[in-house]
């Protein structure tokens, strides 16, 4: 049996993130590829990620001629977490292909979790919700009548939607195979890193799910488990991408880098011995950070940029959030960290309920002080299945997803009115330049650093400080309407 695989996410149509020139290869979809290889079927991928659009699917279709086309985004990035409607709607287009080449489809995604009746009627046979690796696996050496009876699924059945029983995840996640980088070409990422980076970085994952329960956080594939693999699989995937393909950077995509006890000494060990000098990128807690030696066996395994879930300068706002973190140990855990020489930046949230002028002045001020290496600014964006999005769905309109990653459409009635926080965050973003640019002068003025980066920023000193005074005006006159 054949069985091709793609997924939803095009960077062409996230204008953002395409801007941003930083893709990553579909982790998940490459994984759930091996296991199905590695199952004896003969698989191909169509990686929908740097392509034109969905339409380049039917070559692949004709010249492969696959049995069953399997729709698995990657779950690992939190691109696919989104569920962006610009997306939703290739997904269905890339559907519509298989149907019409007479291909049995499934689809795993964290959208088709959501809303496993809208892929069904686009055309999908069967959803499998959640972590479903297994599930597809079962479901390939099944037919349709047998499917009804398989855990982890969706379809339609009399007409009317029947969901089976949620399937457990993995807890061995060391049984699992090595993705199938093979089936992606890499080429095509590689050039695009170099050519606007100057390095070549990929993404690995350590990890699934996470414990922690900030109440706006939807999770509808790991869900709150937290699985690891040990240090010794992750070490060899990397040395495998590094001699294989020549990355030398990789964005750890899990949602939280480290929280297993001893696992980031024993990983940083491990890669001090290999000989192997990568730079990592990872997410992670401003408490887990905190923990014991983390921040220097991080360090010593070669960190170099880490992104905190800060959200708020707002003690109110993290306690209203259930973050389980507090103000203090942002500005302890990023201090710590820049002055081991890390790159810290900042996921900041604004809109979220009962937030004040006040507590954004508090967000604007931490910003300020911490200096963070870069920030990313969203506004509270209610997904299903959090307790967030409980609280405010009564509010809903028509709209209840994201266009795409730069949307920031506020779906319920915050504080202030829509326009403000779309102000809000391009005035961020000036507060936050014009304070670089100010700093770099300093650093000119005390012959700190001469470099041509430090002078291209400095001479932006008197363009950010125009704009922020006419974003501030613009934000107080949006403050009262
Ligand atoms: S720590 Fe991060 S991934 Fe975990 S619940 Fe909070 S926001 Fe979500």
Not at 72 to 93: G, H, I, P, Q
Not at 256 to 275: E, M, N
Not at 318 to 347: E, H, P, R
Request: contains cysteine; positive net charge.
């Amino acid at each position: 049996m054949k069985v091709l695989f793609t997924h939803s996410y095009f960077y062409r149509f996230d204008e953002k993130q395409w801007r941003l020139r930083r893709p990553y290869p579909p982790y998940g979809t490459m994984l759930a590829a091996a296991m199905v290889r590695q199952a004896g079927f003969e698989v191909a991928i169509y990686d929908s990620g740097l392509q034109e659009g969905p339409a380049g699917i039917k070559e692949k279709i004709e010249v492969f001629k696959p049995d069953v086309l399997v729709l698995f985004d990657d779950n690992f990035n939190y691109l696919s977490k989104m569920c962006l409607t610009v997306m939703r709607k290739a997904a269905f287009e890339l559907i519509q292909y298989g149907k019409e080449a007479g291909c049995r489809i499934l689809v795993n995604s964290s959208d088709a979790t959501d809303h496993p009746e809208m892929f069904l009627e686009a055309g999908a046979d069967v959803v499998m919700p959640g972590e479903s690796e297994m599930t597809l696996l079962e479901l390939l050496t099944k037919d349709i009548a047998e499917a009804a009876f398989t855990e982890g699924i969706a379809l339609v059945k009399n007409g009317s939607l029947l969901k089976t029983k949620r399937r457990t995840g993995f807890k061995e996640l060391d049984s699992l195979p090595v993705p199938a980088w093979d089936l992606v070409n890499l080429e095509p990422y590689k050039k695009i890193w170099q050519d606007a980076h100057g390095y070549f970085s990929l993404n690995i994952a350590t990890t699934r799910g996470c414990p922690f329960k900030c109440n706006w956080c939807a999770k509808p594939i790991y869900g709150n488990r937290y699985q690891s693999r040990s240090p010794e699989t992750v070490m060899e995937e990397m040395k495998l991408l590094m001699t294989g393909y020549g990355a030398t950077h990789f964005w750890i995509c899990d949602d939280i880098f480290g929280l297993k006890p001893g696992w980031v000494k024993s990983f940083s060990g491990l890669l001090q011995q290999s000989g192997l000098h990568p730079k990592l990128k990872i997410q992670c807690r401003a408490d887990l950070l905190l923990k014991e030696e983390t921040i220097d066996d991080l360090v010593a395994a070669g960190l170099d940029e880490v992104w905190m879930g800060a959200e708020s300068g707002s003690q109110k706002i993290l306690d209203a959030m259930d973050k389980g973190t507090t103000v203090k140990q942002i500005y302890l855990a990023t201090n710590l960290l820049k002055s081991k020489g890390v790159k810290v930046c900042f996921f900041l949230q604004y809109g979220y309920i009962g937030e004040t002028k006040a507590d954004i002045d508090l967000t604007l001020k931490m910003v300020k002080e911490l200096m963070p290496h870069d920030i990313g600014i969203s506004v509270s964006y209610p997904l299903p299945n959090t307790g967030f999005y409980e609280k405010v769905k009564a509010q809903f309109k028509d709209k209840q997803n994201w266009t795409d990653s730069d949307d920031l459409a506020m779906m319920y009635q915050g504080t202030f009115i829509a326009d403000f926080y779309r102000q809000l965050h391009r005035h961020t973003h000036f507060v936050f330049r014009q304070r670089f640019s100010a700093i770099n002068l300093k650093r000119i003025l005390r012959a700190q650093s001469l470099s041509i980066s430090t002078m291209k920023s400095a001479i932006k000193l008197p363009y950010f400080f125009v704009a922020e005074m006419v974003s501030r005006r613009k934000l107080n006159a949006l403050e009262k309407r």
